[in-house]
């Protein structure tokens, strides 16, 4: 049975995401922290401990906090080891199990490279913090891996419980359903999406967590083997696609160019 972990935005940059992560006490563990200050401000503001970090990839938005808060607070820094993250002092393989100290979770670090070379899923207690491989509606840039590994990565993630909370890196998700409509413009679960996604950014709120089982309904880059998505992606790609990898590849080139 999954623990009750409060789980909360601290908005970062552009349109990062950094996740804090709350148990029953006042330590706090929090992922991807893209800089600092906010996380600071924040533990300061609520008298909160931190007690851990978790990075799921290398890249700067999500990891350049780490030297701020690693000066001020001796915690564990956790990523995975086949990504290669300065300042990670917990390198995690492929499928690792591992407790967040402070908080009382465990997590499992699911590969899912494509976006980076080793860039890896934190999946536990009923979510999965999936850094850049799946967003809200849609899933990250190729940078460093290949179609088919990504097609792999969002599989094994779609896997996961229907329930399953969805905590993505960035606040993509009304450009992704946008994309998203054209795939697919008579999919009903899309335009339900739109719609609450738009009243919830005029509200100022996130647009997460979203969940596995929703995502399944109106995300392309997760309906690859959908009849529907198929077809769309062969017309914007001018070709016969023989398997979702093909699939997926052309969905990705024709929303880079969206």
Known sequence: MARVIAVTAIPALRDNYIWLLKGETEC??????G????VNARLADDDLELAAILVTHHHWDHSDGIPGLSARWDVP???PAADGIKGVTS????????EVPGVGCTFQA???PGHTRGQAAYYGEGMVFTGDTLFSGGCGRLF?????QMWESLCRLRQLPPETRVYCGHEYTQGNLRFAAEVEPGNEAIKKRQSWANDRRAA????????????????PFLRADHDSVRAAAERAAG??????????????????NF
């Open 28 to 33: 706090v563990a929090v992922v991807d922290p």
């Open 110 to 112: 699911l590969p899912t």
């Open 77 to 79: 820094v956790f990523g």
């Open 204 to 219: 100022g709120s996130p647009t997460l967590p979203s969940t596995i089982g929703d995502e399944m309904t109106f995300n």
């Open 144 to 148: 460093e891996g290949t179609a088919g």
């Open 35 to 38: 800089e600092a200050a906010p």
């Open 239 to 256: 070709a016969k696609l023989n398997d979702p990898v093909a699939v997926f590849a052309a969905l990705r080139s024709w929303k880079d």
């Open 91 to 98: 390198p995690l393989d492929a499928g690792t199990t591992f």
